[in-house]
């Protein structure tokens, strides 16, 4: 795609509050209900006035999509289900948006999120696709941890970094996190903290491995006209990549340096221009690369660019304290981010709101063998 988006806005958005340990009776119908009550409610709308809705969860079934959707008492004329975890954010606004701007549809829910206590996500890991589990689980390598220390190692040799450098990165979110009473971890982290963690998958220990928690979050989608006279986050531009690679690079590289020209051309916007940032943080190795692949820091600079603009906290990245410290509810680690975006668009975001005017937000996910193969990004300019 390249095609300007000046007249689509998200004009709400909420989230079903994370936690490591869900009540028992929590399901993951009832937490996707809660998040698209909750962004409704922000946007001052009712499920009546919703035409058309998009879904991603890896936990929702047997039920689909529709099936949400008709327990929500929703009458529709646009209709998505999307399965790409941590890029589906990109992905559904992407579509939303043209749904939008077609006439499909007038006003857009998109949601996503897990019920994920330590069953289901052993489960999810273990048969997350087949080569995983006809290549991977054989070898004892339950899970992707061990999968991003190796990427972890290859991006430390090529860019000169320490595992300092990466803890000034998870510190720096912890700081954030504490000022967002919806993170699951809140409590202040210190270099030593981190340092002295356990280790997980040499060189990844404790804190810089995501805590998979259960929850949701939900946007509300809109052509401007429906909420003017109201703070909204109006889409610039969104872009995505599918298997960019054919899982033959290093992983170092995500699809985002391929959309990155198109991206920023069609937004009318530079990487210096953004003032806050949610980059996809499963592991700190790939919220760095997607840093990278969209500009916001070049190859070689990565250890003075996290001491001098991340560590300090100048350059606005995480705000919500990211997955690392918030959680990462299945699905919705990408909309967490997109959340977290709009609200700081919006004025919304408490003590951890910063002065922006532009916000960007990227995706990333779907490890097919060795690396993800989804990479979305999506700039959001506030607009009243």
């Not at 790409?84 to 996503?112: F, I, W």
């Not at 298997?243 to 340096?257: M, P, R």
Request: with cysteine; charged share 20%.
């Amino acid at each position: 795609m390249g095609k300007t988006t000046s007249g689509v806005s998200v004009i709400g958005a909420g989230e079903s509050p994370y936690t490591r340990h869900p009540a028992s009776g929590t399901t993951t119908q009832g937490v996707l209900a809660d998040a698209v009550r909750r962004a409704l409610a922000d946007a001052n709308l009712k499920t009546a006035d919703v035409d058309g809705f998009a879904a991603c969860s890896f936990t929702l079934g047997p039920d689909h999509a529709v099936d949400l959707a008709w327990r929500l008492g929703l009458r529709l004329r646009w209709l998505m289900q999307d399965t790409n975890g941590g890029a589906s954010a990109g992905t559904m606004l992407q579509h939303a948006v043209r749904a939008v701007e077609s006439g499909d549809a007038s006003v857009v829910v998109l949601v996503a999120g897990d019920l994920m206590d330590q069953q289901v996500h052993l489960k999810m890991v273990a048969e997350y696709n087949r080569a995983t589990a006809e290549n991977l689980v054989p070898l004892d390598m339950l899970g992707p941890n061990a999968l991003f220390a190796l990427l972890t190692q290859r991006q430390m040799e090529a860019e000169g970094l320490t595992r300092t450098d990466y803890g000034r990165l998870a510190v720096a979110q912890r700081a954030w996190a504490a000022l967002n009473p919806g993170a699951v971890y809140r409590t202040p982290l210190t270099l030593d903290d981190y340092l002295n963690a356990p280790m997980v998958a040499e060189p990844l220990g404790r804190y810089d491995c995501v805590p998979p928690v259960t929850g949701a979050d939900a946007v509300v989608v809109a052509a401007d006209e429906r909420a003017a006279g109201t703070r909204r986050a109006r889409v610039l531009a969104v872009s995505a990549r599918y298997n960019s690679d054919d899982q033959t690079g290093d992983g170092l590289v995500t699809g985002l340096a391929d959309c990155a020209p198109e991206f920023w051309d069609t937004a009318g916007h530079g990487p210096a221009d953004v003032e806050v940032v949610s980059v996809y943080d499963d592991y700190p190795a790939m919220a760095l690369a997607q840093l990278k692949d969209l500009g916001l820091v070049a190859g070689g600079e990565m250890p003075a660019f996290i001491a001098e603009r991340l560590a300090t906290r100048k350059l606005a990245v995480n705000t919500s304290g990211g997955q690392l410290s918030a959680g990462q509810p299945g699905s919705a680690g990408g909309m967490h981010g997109l959340v977290e975006i709009v609200r700081q668009l919006r004025g919304q975001a408490g003590q951890r709101q910063v002065d922006a005017r532009l916000g960007l937000f990227s995706g990333y996910g779907m490890v097919l063998y060795r690396y993800g193969a989804c990479a979305t990004a999506g700039l959001l300019e506030a607009a009243a």
